[in-house]
């Protein structure tokens, strides 16, 4: 139903519960060539394909293969952490700017969503800007935006300040330009379900046109990462499948008012109202190394074809199935990937789930919520910097008492601010060696 084809696993952030960076720490330089991906998305033939990663826009053929996609007539989504998509939006006004643009490009410039400097180059742009690949406003085509909450908690769980603030203005640069966006958003344990309301009724208030949302579980390669680098027990961060009915007890009421792209049947999954089994194989992985099976979160091996993935693993080995989870590790998954495509197929149909369904995809989207000054206030709830999950290993690096010895540090002067468009790096071994470093300053110099 939908290919997770991720062309890389390079990224400009290091979001805490994110276990791509971590699981392909050893590869995060590797990419898929483009007529691989293309040729993925033909041997699975799903009708949508969600370009994720890693950060998709660093992948330097992100345009070729979204035209690609779209060629073969696919839904695209871009997964994207949104810190790249004004310098993608300009590059497509640059490409194709005429006075007909000019109206928007003026509003781009009067909402501080385009500078002036930016407009003149877009009104100027060379012949390499005009003849670029660039990827163009399209009903087929959604940036899906990262969004894990409100200012405070998106910046902590990306480790990064300032990453809400550009999100916003990505979204409102899209929707003046005509794209279609998306939100995507993973609840966890310490996840406020009322601030999830507010985030909703925020997007929604800049026309956003759908949410995924799903719950954030303990999976490997994320668990691992949260015991080794940041100190913390998965247990305090990821849900159980009974906190994930408790945070989701609202999930179909936030259907009635919000356009959630999730089938009925699987947010009455959510809300614990029923029980499906997993369909991984409805939503595979198509990475580096090839078909990642079982699923999207768990790998017990990488496949050269989607037809021998389907073939050789022993799918009635994985899921849950009445309460009974028959490899632990899928114990406390609901996770879309998984569960939302057997909403669709029916694998646990009851009746009436096709007219729920029909009624899904075809009655009229929930209305916008209006605007407000308010609303805008309760999102740019605070910066997190200072406050966040690596806090304290940046105060140890760059104390006095760290610099005098020589100990690593790293400040945004030396890596570049997001906003130029430069890229941190995400390597596990960076971290591992800078925590490593500060574990040997505390032992030499408590003070420090």
Known sequence: ???????LHTCNLTCTG???????????????????CLKAAVDCDAPMVSICGGEPLIYPKIEELVAGLRAQGRIIYICTNGVFMRKKMREYMAAHYSPDLEHRLQRLVAENLVTE????????????????????????????VHVDG??????????????????????????????QTATNTTVYKETDVEELEDMFNYLSSLNVDGHTISPGYDYDAAKKDMVKRLGKKPEDFFLTRAMTIK????????????????????QEFL???????????????????????????????????????LDQVDWEKY????????????????VHCGYDPSG????????????????????????????????????????????????????????????????FSRNESQTGGFGNGSCGSAESAERDQLLARIETARNSDPAA
């Not at 200012?151 to 794209?179: N, P, Q, S, W």
């Not at 991984?280 to 699923?295: E, L, M, Q, R, V």
């Open 1 to 7: 139903m939908v290919l997770q084809l991720e062309p």
């Open 319 to 334: 899921g849950v199935v009445d309460g009974v989870a028959r490899d632990p590790r899928c114990e406390n998954c609901m």
């Open 271 to 309: 809300a614990g109202k029923r029980d499906l089994t997993c369909t991984a194989w409805a939503i595979p992985t198509y990475n580096i190394k090839g078909w990642k099976a079982p699923c999207y979160l768990m790998t017990d091996g990488h496949y050269p074809s989607y037809r021998e993935m």
């Open 247 to 266: 945070k989701f007890s609202r999930i179909q009421e936030w259907g009635r008012l919000f356009t959630i792209f999730g089938t009925p049947v699987y």
């Open 18 to 36: 994110c276990g791509r960076i971590r699981e392909y720490s050893t590869s995060l330089k590797d990419m898929v060539p483009l007529e691989d």
């Open 344 to 407: 669709a197929l029916g694998t646990n149909y009851q009746p009436g789930d096709n007219w729920k369904n029909f009624k899904y995809n075809f009655w009229p989207r929930p209305a916008a919520i209006p605007f407000s000054a308010e609303l805008e206030k309760r999102a740019f709830n605070g910066a997190s910097i200072g406050k966040g999950h690596l806090a304290e290993a940046k105060a140890a690096i760059n104390s006095p008492a760290a610099s005098a010895r020589g100990a």
């Open 117 to 144: 400097k930016e407009a003149d180059a877009i009104r100027h742009s060379d012949g390499a800007a005009k003849h670029k690949a660039v990827i163009v406003p399209s009903k087929w085509m959604y940036w899906n």
């Open 150 to 179: 409100l200012e405070f908690t998106h910046d902590l769980i990306v480790e990064r300040e300032g990453v809400f603030k550009e999100c916003v203005a990505a979204i409102r640069m899209a929707k003046i330009l005509g794209y």
